[in-house]
């Protein structure tokens, strides 16, 4: 698949905030001592099992709320939740990738603003949630310095997520370097920490931008 369009909003909070909403079998990530939970609106494009050719992809927008971990000094991503369109890929992204998906009316659009995104959870017995919002970048484009927060915040090649019985499983996932921009984002609605247990974190989120990257995902593995 390729990710197109993101825009990654990311706010600082206590680590012992995000550490109460973990699994055992994960320790919370900072930077300069910090935990942090990021929203990440994207279009999702050219989406296909491996090896298929890209005209039988499909095109479908997306919404995370994410934070950064390890497990026996192994970095990863850790979803809190996702939202997308597309009832089939989310029940697929369950069964078989053990993300909490839920299906969602997604709208994604360019506009004289940048790019204008609107999400409304609609799955069934969740807790609802919406993020309305319009992003665009600003200033040069520039390839995040290692050990900096642009790419402690943007640059991980794993997730890590739990099966019902709480084993731990991950998956890799394999794409070409980030290339980021600054960004401005307003943002109108986003209950999405309400909806997974968080107060909404105070302050201006530091916000980045990125065009995309082609990317391939393993399959999902127990860790042992």
Known sequence: MGWRHLLFANWPVDPAIVAERLPDSLSVETYDGR????????????????GLPAAVGVDLPELNLRTYVSRDGEPGVYFFSLDAEGVLGVVGARLFHRLPYYYADIEIAGTDRG???????????????????????????????????????????????????????????DHEPWTLRAATAEIERNSLFEANGFDAPAGTPVCYYSRGVDIASSRNRQWK
Request: proline share 9%.
């Open 35 to 50: 935990a942090w939970l990021s929203v990440v609106p994207y279009l999702n494009v050219d989406v296909r099992p491996r």
């Open 115 to 173: 790019i204008a995104f609107a999400s409304e959870r609609r799955h069934p017995g969740a807790a609802p949630t919406e993020f309305v919002g319009t992003y665009e970048p600003v200033g040069d484009a520039f390839a995040p310095e290692p050990d900096s927060l642009a790419a402690f915040l943007t640059d991980h090649y794993r997730y890590y997520t739990t099966a019902r019985d709480g084993t731990l499983c991950y998956a890799d996932i």
